[in-house]
């Protein structure tokens, strides 16, 4: 079922907390304009939801409000200031992600559990002082459009990728993350045993990230990053 929020969900620009949670009979949703803060548990559980038009009035997205949905891609306006703890946890089926606004904070595990997640611009910047696995996931966005990122953003993620290069390559083969594996390989990022690399995803069957992998064999000097 596609629809339009009704106005007896929405209140002071606020979509209420808990408005269709768990509602399994919705596919499509349009977020009318003048809404500006999404409340929690909003759409929680909407497992056949796939696709939210969100308006560009919006500013607050509450904690799990996206939770368990089955949301492919999603693009953020860019006036979004805010995206609590959990907003998109566990969406299984989530594959791109936009997050176009200069100064929009992220919480914790915004996009934790999301595994397919595996392209996207999150324009607010690479995280610090933040557990390992969302560092990594932020790492492997930057990748599959570095170009669009800030040159900070960039040289944290060189970073990452130089401390932690075994992580990383053991997620971009496990979920044949083709867009990540392009701007890693395509900076000459990677230091470590790229022969192992490939046996690794030979043995996965992942022949794109194979032909990738071996384009990479000629690396710069220790220490240099072409960023």
């Not at 997640?117 to 969302?134: D, F, K, M, V, W």
């Not at 130089?162 to 044949?176: A, T």
């Not at 043995?203 to 794109?208: D, I």
């Not at 071996?214 to 710069?220: E, G, L, N, T």
Request: net charge negative.
């Amino acid at each position: 079922m596609s629809i339009i929020i009704d106005t007896s969900k929405i209140s002071n620009g606020r979509l209420i907390e808990g408005a269709y949670t768990q509602d399994e009979s919705l596919t499509s949703v349009i977020i009318p304009e003048g809404v500006t803060d999404i409340g929690e548990i909003a759409f929680y559980g909407c497992r056949d939801l796939r696709e939210v038009v969100f308006p560009e009035s919006l500013r607050t997205i509450r904690e799990e409000a996206f939770g368990e949905t089955g949301l492919r891609e999603v693009i953020l306006p860019s006036g979004l200031e805010t995206i609590e703890e959990k907003a998109f946890f566990s969406c299984e089926s989530l594959r791109h992600i936009e997050v176009p606004g200069q100064a929009t904070m992220i919480g914790r595990d915004a996009f934790g559990c999301c595994d397919l997640l595996t392209e996207g611009y999150i324009a607010c910047g690479y995280p610090e002082n933040i557990r390992h696995h969302e560092k990594l996931q932020y790492t492997l966005l930057w990748a599959s459009c570095p170009d669009k990122h800030s040159e900070e953003t960039s040289i944290l993620a060189a970073e990452f990728i130089s401390k932690y290069e075994e992580l990383v390559m053991e997620w971009v083969i496990r979920h044949n993350n083709i867009p990540a594996m392009t701007g890693i390989a395509g900076r000459d990022l990677l230091r470590g045993d790229i022969d192992k690399y490939i046996i690794q995803s030979n043995l996965a069957g992942r022949s794109e990230i194979t032909a990738l992998l071996m384009s990479a064999h000629h690396q710069p000097d220790e220490g240099e990053f072409d960023l």
